[in-house]
């Protein structure tokens, strides 16, 4: 491990989101690290774990900020993972935007206040957009043009936008952002998994995507990994391979119905209006376009070799 403990012991490390889809992937890996000496869980929920120093903490409460610091204050730490973000399906968007954006502006600033070593934060190559005018492979520097009218992405720039200007203001901590391709497997809940979740799935008549696909075990392992990397910044991660989106369907078990644009976009909203786990149609472009990230960076500075191709991570889904 680096050199970059605040304790004279093990590694001591904070989490939020410990029980969210990449909050349950990362904890057994922590609990099973002998160098990772207490795990303080900042949460609405306690999870398992004989490592696991609990705190309640809601970040959609007006008191999170000072709930935050006096748990860092108690129990300093070397390393704060924040991944209390929203994956799932969100009926209120209004708590979302609490959750991901009102929720990091108090987790960066007790973390700045306590100078914690290490920050590490998850998001989402999806946040490019998908545009016809992009290049191949987008790479970290790429802007993030987001996807006009999808609250999920939007508020996730908008994350990424306070997380650089934290690093700006606090040299002192170094700051990892993970940004993930889709991720798919057993475990997974997010509108690329729902989508495939029909047997039948609508796609837009005339387009067929490239998309990346993630493991979820290669996300937990990159989580991992980014505890003691001698790195910093943002990195890309992404699965072997890339698959068209009738392919990726298709390795899923389901099979692509393409339909001309009008007769998609209604499909899809009365998909959404009858309760069924569709794709949302504010996100309606990353059918049409594809946005393909390069990640030579995360093997580079990470060590991040994936270990699953993206055919393997979509079947992941079926086999479960």
């Given at each position: 491990?680096e ?9 001591r ?22 160098d ?7 949460d ?92 191949a ?39 990892i ?12 809940d ?25 493991h ?43 339909l ?61």
């Amino acid at each position: 491990m680096e050199a970059t403990q605040a304790s004279k012991g093990g590694l001591r490390v904070a989490v939020t989101g410990a029980a969210g889809d990449l909050g349950r992937l990362l904890l057994p890996l922590l609990e099973q690290d002998a160098d990772v000496e207490s795990i303080l869980v900042l949460d609405v929920a306690k999870p398992e774990g004989s490592k696991v120093d609990y705190h309640r903490v809601d970040l959609t409460r007006h008191d999170a900020e000072s709930e935050l610091s006096d748990a860092l204050a108690e129990h300093p730490v070397d390393v704060f993972y924040h991944l209390a973000f929203l994956y799932g399906p969100v009926r209120d968007g209004s708590l979302a935007h609490e959750l991901e954006v009102i929720g990091t502006m108090n987790v960066l600033s007790a973390v700045g206040r306590a100078r914690v070593p290490r920050l590490i934060v998850p998001s989402l190559t999806a946040l490019y957009g998908a545009r016809a005018s992009h290049p191949a492979l987008l790479s970290e520097e790429t802007p993030l043009m987001g996807c006009p009218g999808s609250r999920f992405i939007n508020d996730k720039v908008e994350v990424e936008k306070q997380v650089r200007a934290f690093r700006e203001r606090h040299p002192e901590t170094r700051v990892i952002v993970l940004r993930f391709a889709p991720m798919f497997g057993p475990n997974m809940d997010n509108p690329a998994t729902r989508m495939l979740a029909h047997r039948v799935v609508p796609t837009l008549l005339g387009y067929d995507p490239l998309w990346q696909a993630l493991h979820e075990e290669d996300a937990a392992r990159a989580l991992y990994q980014a505890l003691s990397a001698n790195a910093e910044g943002e990195f890309n991660i992404v699965g072997r391979g890339v698959l068209p989106l009738s392919g990726l369907i298709r390795q899923a078990g389901a099979t692509p119905l393409p339909l001309p644009g009008p007769l998609f976009r209604a499909t899809l909203q009365t998909m959404t209006s009858l309760g069924g786990p569709g794709f949302p149609s504010s996100l309606l472009d990353y059918m049409h376009y594809g946005w393909v990230a390069n990640g030579e960076r995360a093997e580079e500075e990470l060590g991040f070799i994936p270990m699953f191709h993206a055919r393997d991570a979509v079947a992941a889904i079926r086999r479960s």
